[in-house]
């Protein structure tokens, strides 16, 4: 995990909404593209972790990655944060799954909990050190804003054939 945010960190940018714009009131984020060639077998480990959880829990149907992996840092100093949104719309149809990977550790930062929202009530995410979260893409989630330290994790998309 560390030799991968520090593979990444010097190729950051700033998190962009769905639509390519950068809007600080909705999302405040640096992100980087994990490269699929030289970390293929993070892909690898992460499909197959995809199938495990879609064939025991999801059961929908899934076809892999049509988009890289991305590793994503929410900062204190600015008060990272993603505001609630889903994964899922008219410009990313395809996605079923969203997987969240934890990379920091608990200590690392405060506030930047990944929250899933559902029956109206919004569900924290586990936040040891290498815990992953999936769910249906459509599902309203946010990272609140991070007030000390730093937030690092990886986020995956995987797609298939439009939701019927």
Known sequence: MDQLIADHASRLSEGKLGTGQTTAEVRRSRVAFVDVERYQWLYQRMWQAALELNRNYFNVEI?????????????????????????????????KLSISVQ????????????????????????????????????????VTPVTAGTRWSLVAWISGPRWR
Not at 70 to 82: C, E, T, V, W
């Open 103 to 142: 990379l920091s550790r608990p200590e690392d930062y405060e506030g930047g909990d990944l929250e899933l929202l559902f029956h109206e009530t919004p569900h924290k995410a586990e936040r040891s050190r290498g815990s992953l979260t999936v769910f249906p893409s459509f599902v309203l989630h946010r």
């Open 63 to 95: 076809a892999g990655f049509t988009e890289r992996i991305q590793l994503a840092r929410y900062d204190g100093s600015n008060q990272g944060f993603y505001t609630w949104h889903t994964d899922f719309a008219d410009i990313a149809p395809r996605r």
